[in-house]
């Protein structure tokens, strides 16, 4: 029971929208970094054609930031599934379980 209790934590910390809202923020926040390294080495190629940086089309000059912002997040991530196990400490394994089940989507039916 107790691997049990452990693996449906692990999937309900790992399927939760928390980390999913977390994920998504770093992986958009990369998208942009990558964009806007492609954009700023297209910028000094088109020095040549002396096309100014501001008219490069989709910068953005705060992608850094935002990856910064997005990878912060997780310092500060919290998981209400593992928060409220504390208060099932006079419980039963049994009732732990349905908990986790429930939070996580399952039933104990399979």
């Not at 029971?1 to 994920?23: F, P, Q």
């Amino acid at each position: 029971m107790l691997s049990e209790g452990a693996r449906l934590l692990a999937k309900n910390i790992h399927k939760g929208l928390e980390m999913t809202a977390a994920v998504a923020a770093v992986n958009n926040a990369m998208s942009s970094v990558g964009v806007n390294s492609g954009l700023h080495n297209g910028y000094f190629h088109a020095l040549k054609k002396k096309t100014p940086y501001a008219d490069v089309p989709m910068l953005n000059r705060n992608a850094a930031e935002e990856l910064n912002v997005a990878v912060a997040c997780f310092d500060t991530l919290k998981f209400p599934v593992v928060e409220d196990l504390p208060k099932l400490i006079h419980e039963p394994l049994s009732k732990i379980k349905d908990a986790l089940l429930f939070a996580s989507g399952e039933s104990s039916n399979g």
